[in-house]
Each structure stands twice: as structure tokens, then as C-alpha cells.
């Protein structure tokens, strides 16, 4: 692949968006196997320095639309002026992307540990000595800016995951004014907070949306595990997004072997095996 079709499909990555590359592996002009494109769901199509005619770039995006519209790689074969062509398409997925409003102490883990699971890491804060580089190495943003204009601006939809950890209830409130009129809702929204803090931000929210159901609001945010440290808290943060993001019950997996292990595996030889020594 040229350095420019790299930079491009690296800078699609970072601007969120689903991007296919496409990969000529059969062509009877040998010189024209290998040739590499890329290609995105709106048809915008770019390819390196190669001899693709004008007619396989438009064969190319007519046959690889069924990929587009599944959201898979996968190899299409066609017939162009007389000749058989083949392609392989190899998607790759806007990230994730993962909001973090509050840059204080458990923001950290949250922000390594958010990109260790392969989102797209923002930290919005709007304190500079908070909301800086030197705090979070590993987040691909980080914004100082108020939450009532990053929220109001930012793009959101299903791939978007936020999380409320604000100083105080008012952000909480503030953003979450904005989020809620939005057109497309967040695929999930969590928000830290006592019993008192939870109470005053529905009370205030209540007001102005007073038919908003709050499917999507999870708070107090994260799995019941105990935790109590900051890294403790970003693993039952984590944890509940990932639930949500894979839509599991977030039980845990030995529950299902303890049921069969008390009957000695035996009514359950079709789905679990002994270990044997």
C-alpha cells in the first residue's frame, strides 16, 4: 500500500468512519493484481497510482456495495469488458467512540483502559490543568472546553458511549440537557454519583423531559463488583459498557458450569466435557 492511501484509511480511522480497502487478487493484466483502493459507504472511492480504468472503479463500487450495507469483508468476482475480475474487500470499522466529561482521578484508568479495548478516547474537561496531554498520553482527544458546547456540537449516535463524571450535578445536568435533544440518542450514557446527586439531576431533567423514559442512562455507573479505587471503578465502568456494547447479561460464566458440575456433568455431557488428567 502507498503512504498515501495509508495516511488516508489512517486518517478515516481517526475520523470515525467505516472504510473498506480494497485489494485487486485476480485481473488478466497481471500488473494490475495487488492494486489498492479504498472505498466508503457514501461512494467516495480513492486509489494509489495504478492502472484501474474508469469502468472497473464504478464495477468495483457496484459490487462491493452488498459488503458496504453488511458491514463484512468479503471477495466479490465480476465480468468487466470480457475479463473476469476479483477483489477482496477488507473492512474496517469506525471505532467506538468513548466520551469522557471529567478529567479528574478516575478518568485516568478509564481513558488507558477505553483504549486498550479499542474506542476512540475524548476527554472533554473545562479546567486546562485538568484536561491536558500530560494527563492523558494514551486518549486520542483531549478537549478543554465547556460540556454545554462540546455536547451541543459533538456527533453522536449508536457507536457513541459517554460517560458523566463530572464535579458536580449541574454539568451533569447541563449535558445532559443537550444530549437529550439531541436527534440521534447515544448508545449508552453513564453517570457517576451518589443517591443525592442521581436524585437532583432526574429532578432537574424531569422538568424539561417530562416523558423521557432514560433507557439509555445508567447511573449509579458500572457493575456492582465493590469496587472503590480508581483503577476498581474504570474495570466495573468498563465492564457495564461492554454488557451494554454486546448486549450480555453480565453474569458470571461459572453460573452455568456449577449448575452441571452438582450433577456430575452427566446431564450436561452434550454441552460441557470432563477435564482428564
Not at 469488458?81 to 485516568?108: K, W
Not at 447541563?174 to 444530549?179: A, D, F, I, Q
Not at 440521534?184 to 423531559?209: K, N, P, T
Request: aromatic letters at 10%; proline letters at 4%.
Amino acid at each position: 500500500m502507498s503512504h498515501n492511501l495509508f495516511a488516508k484509511l489512517e486518517e478515516s480511522i481517526k475520523n470515525r468512519k467505516d472504510t473498506f480497502l480494497l485489494t485487486i487478487t485476480d485481473h488478466p493484466d497481471k500488473e494490475v493484481i495487488g492494486a489498492k483502493a479504498l472505498l466508503w459507504p457514501d461512494g467516495d472511492f480513492c486509489t494509489e497510482a495504478s492502472p484501474l480504468s474508469s469502468d472497473v472503479k464504478d464495477h468495483l463500487i457496484a459490487q462491493c456495495s452488498k459488503l458496504v450495507i453488511k458491514k463484512r469483508s468479503g471477495t466479490v468476482k465480476f465480468l468487466c469488458n470480457d475479463s473476469i475480475i476479483e477483489c477482496f474487500a477488507e473492512y474496517f470499522p469506525a471505532p467506538l467512540h468513548l466520551i469522557v466529561a471529567g478529567a479528574g482521578h478516575v478518568c485516568e484508568p478509564v481513558a488507558e483502559m477505553g483504549r486498550m479495548l479499542g474506542f476512540f478516547v475524548t476527554v472533554i474537561d473545562d479546567r486546562e490543568d485538568y484536561a491536558n496531554r500530560e494527563r492523558f498520553p494514551l486518549a486520542n482527544e483531549v478537549v478543554c472546553q465547556s460540556y454545554l458546547h462540546y455536547f451541543r456540537h459533538v456527533e453522536v449516535s449508536e457507536k457513541t458511549y459517554i460517560l458523566l463524571l463530572t464535579r458536580g450535578h449541574k454539568y451533569d445536568v447541563l449535558s445532559l440537557n443537550e444530549l437529550l435533544r439531541r436527534d440521534h440518542q447515544a448508545g449508552y450514557i453513564g453517570m457517576i454519583g451518589s443517591r443525592r446527586r442521581i436524585s437532583g439531576v432526574f429532578e432537574e431533567l424531569q422538568q424539561d423531559f417530562p416523558n423521557e423514559s432514560f433507557d439509555n442512562l445508567y447511573t449509579p455507573v458500572g457493575l456492582d463488583i465493590g469496587a472503590e479505587t480508581p483503577a476498581e471503578i474504570a474495570v466495573s465502568i468498563m465492564a457495564e459498557i461492554l454488557k451494554v456494547k454486546n448486549q450480555k447479561s453480565g453474569n458470571s460464566l461459572s453460573a452455568h458450569i456449577k449448575k452441571y458440575a452438582k450433577m456430575g456433568f452427566h446431564e450436561g455431557a452434550g454441552k460441557w466435557n470432563k477435564c482428564s488428567s
